[in-house]
């Protein structure tokens, strides 16, 4: 090759450089997929909105340098299994989701990183081996756990005269209900109460549901985590109310429509931490070696004026130990 065909030749390449570079910056966007259990973004609400503000917090703006997906499966369960797999078929860096999602996920793939939160018992469902080093290849948050249930059926005895009979409302066909069951009914047994189980699949079914509870003569309700329960917590209020059943929730979100009183961890400091979680990972971290993380921020929340309406009277003590009263 003659020299200056050769000097043409680099200079041509040299110029080409930027514009390779660029593409390759372009290409090494990372990419999230999260996995959500209810039909939109506002039925996801405020939950939705506090991952993206985790990732924001850690410098990731969605589109620039980092690419979010997001699916809606509207409680389905042949739609958490489809979605699931088209999330897994577009190979993400990291794959995200709440309580329900997360089983759906860990089946899909045993090799793209996945991080939960919500989920009540990771080591019980499968998702990882063991909180300390989950092995596999998911890790995030857990928000229940024996003492939980234990505190959530104990605030309702202590406010409710005579409280001997708790209807629990769940949802059969979500992936951790059986969990759910066997935690609250053993804590039920400890406290010396009755817990009865009452099942709703859908918002459709939530009235007939609480309908059955006052035939069997429940005094009070608490509700499991998430999935449809999260869907209908307006509706969930409005019908304890109507009935005059107090409702012990499990968050503020869930609470701060008539429940008379809730129980739980910072749900919206679990969705900021799940974006940590996802930044360790897209930094090179393996999920199998990032400790599961347990709540440390609980919430107890008391509504004085539902109380009033439910002619309780919330000891001077309760209140002082509150977070908010309403």
């Known amino acids: 090759m003659r020299r200056r065909e050769f000097i043409t030749l680099l200079s041509g390449a040299v110029t080409a450089l930027p514009s390779i570079v660029r593409a390759q910056q372009v290409r090494k966007i990372p ?8 039909g939109n973004a506002d039925e996801e609400s405020p939950y939705y909105g506090a991952v993206g503000e985790g990732f924001a917090k850690l410098g990731y703006t969605d589109g620039t340098n980092i690419k979010l997906i997001h699916r809606f499966p509207n409680e389905k369960p042949e739609a958490f ?31 793209i990183p996945i991080v ?12 990882v081996q063991s909180l300390a080093r989950p092995g596999g290849n998911a890790t995030g948050l857990s928000n229940f756990g024996r003492d939980i249930a ?10 409710v005269p005579g409280l001997s009979r708790v209807g629990f409302l769940l949802n059969s066909n979500l992936p951790f209900t059986q969990m759910y069951v066997d935690v609250m009914g053993s804590a039920a047994t400890q406290l010396g109460l009755e817990l009865r189980t009452f099942d709703a699949r859908s918002v459709e079914e939530m009235e007939p549901a609480f309908d059955a509870m006052l035939k069997a003569g429940m005094q009070a309700v608490t509700v499991e985590q998430g999935g449809t329960n999260f869907q209908a917590r307006v509706l969930i209020s409005q019908l304890a ?6 409702l012990c929730a499990y968050s503020k979100e869930t609470f701060q429509h008539g429940a008379l009183v809730s129980y739980g961890p910072d749900q919206i400091e679990t969705c900021h931490r ?21 709540p440390t921020k609980f919430e107890f929340l008391i509504n004085l004026s539902t109380a009033k309406t439910l002619g309780l009277t919330v000891p001077l003590v309760m209140q002082m130990t509150a977070d908010i009263i309403e």
């Open 241 to 246: 109310l109507d009935r005059r059943l107090p």
């Open 31 to 38: 990419t999230v997929a999260y996995l959500w259990h209810a």
């Open 116 to 127: 939960f939160m919500f989920v009540a018992d990771p080591v019980g469902s499968n998702l």
């Open 150 to 159: 234990g505190k959530r059926l104990q605030i309702l005895k202590e406010l």
């Open 81 to 111: 299994r489809s979605m699931a797999a088209e999330l897994v078929s577009m190979n993400p860096d990291v794959l995200m989701g709440g309580g329900i999602s997360s089983a759906y996920l860990k089946a899909a793939t045993a090799t």
């Open 274 to 294: 799940s974006a940590a979680y996802a930044d360790k990972i897209l930094k090179g971290e393996k999920p199998g070696d990032i400790p599961v993380e347990q």
